[in-house]
């Protein structure tokens, strides 16, 4: 048989393998989310998330210039808020010596280089477990909207370079961008998730966080998986209202919506590979069923190739071993 192309020529050896890959990971393409629990000394691992853990802020510190030191370049912070705290109105969220304000303080002190990103949104600080105020059993927008914003410009006096607002409610980057722009915050970013969808896969972080629904559940405000248009229309909105960075989450359940947009958009382009995606991989891996180093990288290869410039992943120290 002869036959003009032969495509396993480009295939027949690691080296050439090697030349011809399209996709290549590095540590720049990572953001680690980082849990952050009041404290001294304290690391506890997530049950729903093995290998995973909070800590509170002394250890944390010292996690980023690890983080650092391997090469990461950003992290992305959640809080636990402590019962007492929680309100309706995320009264904590604002607190100048909050959780939040201190940890950002101190990594920025730290490891000055290192990119922080805060999340913001009402959840981890509200008493119901929802992204904004709850009203007669709803969860309200334009109030909520003000308190988002009134958090990130606190995030940002204590040093955030990017600001996260992972909430989902309409008109919250515009209402960000110009409160930021108001206090004279001209630099700080925003990384919006702009494609949010109520998934199933929140699971095990609302259980590292205990920021689980208190009623109903949190589709009036994301987005139905079935939807791809709306994802578009929810994306370029908040281009123009002034995003830096958009993201779609989750992201293996959704890597055509992330193709789509990053075919779509001019912005940098994130995809958070989140907890329910970590926990399938270790859970099947520690029954035996897969490999987890190899799952843990064709995962995030799957993810750049879709067209992610950026993903958000518990697997990041990992990954940046890996690659060695
Ligand atoms: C909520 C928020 C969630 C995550 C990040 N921010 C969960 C939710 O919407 O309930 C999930 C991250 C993950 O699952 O890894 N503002």
């Known amino acids: 048989m002869y036959l003009q192309r032969r495509n396993r020529t480009l295939r027949?050896?690691?080296a050439i393998r090697a030349m011809?890959?399209?996709?290549?990971?590095?540590?720049?393409?990572?953001?680690?989310?980082?849990?952050i629990v009041e404290g001294v000394n304290i690391v506890s691992e997530i049950s729903s998330m093995p290998g995973y853990y909070r800590r509170s802020l002394d250890l944390t510190v010292k996690?980023?210039?690890?983080?650092?030191?391997m090469g990461l370049k950003s992290v992305l912070l959640f809080i636990k808020c402590e019962?007492?705290?929680?309100?309706?109105?995320?009264?904590?969220?604002?607190?100048?010596?909050?959780?939040?304000?201190?940890?950002?303080?101190?990594?920025?002190?730290?490891?000055?280089?290192?990119?922080?990103?805060?999340?913001?949104?009402?959840?981890?600080?509200?008493?119901?477990?929802?992204?904004?105020?709850?009203?007669?059993?709803?969860?309200v927008n334009d109030a909520t909207v003000e308190?988002?914003?009134?958090?990130?410009?606190?995030?940002?006096?204590?040093?955030?370079?990017?600001?996260a607002p992972s909430d989902m409610m309409d008109g919250r980057i515009s209402a960000i961008r110009q409160a930021l722009e108001e206090n004279n915050f001209s630099k700080t970013g925003i990384m919006s998730y702009s494609a949010k969808y109520a998934s199933c896969f929140y699971g095990p972080f609302r259980n590292a966080l205990d920021s689980a629904p208190g009623f109903g559940d949190k589709k009036t405000y994301q987005m139905d998986y079935a939807n791809r248009i709306e994802a578009l229309k929810e994306t370029l909105m908040d281009i123009e209202?002034?995003?830096?960075?958009?993201?779609?989450?989750?992201?293996?359940?959704?890597?055509?919506i992330i193709r789509e947009i990053k075919n779509a958009v001019e912005v940098p382009v994130s995809a958070y590979n989140i907890s329910g995606e970590y926990a399938m991989i270790k859970a099947a891996a520690k029954m035996g069923w897969i490999e987890e180093d190899k799952a843990i990288l064709e995962t995030l290869s799957s993810i750049k190739r879709a067209g992610a410039d950026l993903i958000a992943t518990y697997f990041a120290k990992d990954a940046v071993r890996l690659l060695g």
């Open 147 to 163: 308190v988002l914003a009134a958090m990130s410009v606190s995030h940002a006096t204590a040093g955030a370079d990017f600001v």
């Open 12 to 14: 027949q050896s690691p």
């Open 241 to 256: 209202e002034g995003a830096d960075i958009v993201m779609i989450k989750p992201a293996l359940s959704y890597l055509d």
């Open 20 to 35: 011809v890959r399209e996709t290549v990971l590095t540590p720049n393409d990572f953001i680690v989310p980082l849990f």
């Open 83 to 139: 019962d007492n705290l929680k309100d309706n109105k995320g009264t904590e969220a604002l607190n100048p010596n909050g959780l939040m304000q201190r940890s950002i303080r101190s990594i920025k002190e730290a490891v000055p280089e290192m990119c922080i990103m805060t999340d913001v949104a009402l959840d981890p600080f509200s008493s119901y477990g929802h992204d904004g105020i709850v009203e007669n059993n709803e969860i």
């Open 63 to 69: 996690d980023v210039r690890e983080l650092w030191a």
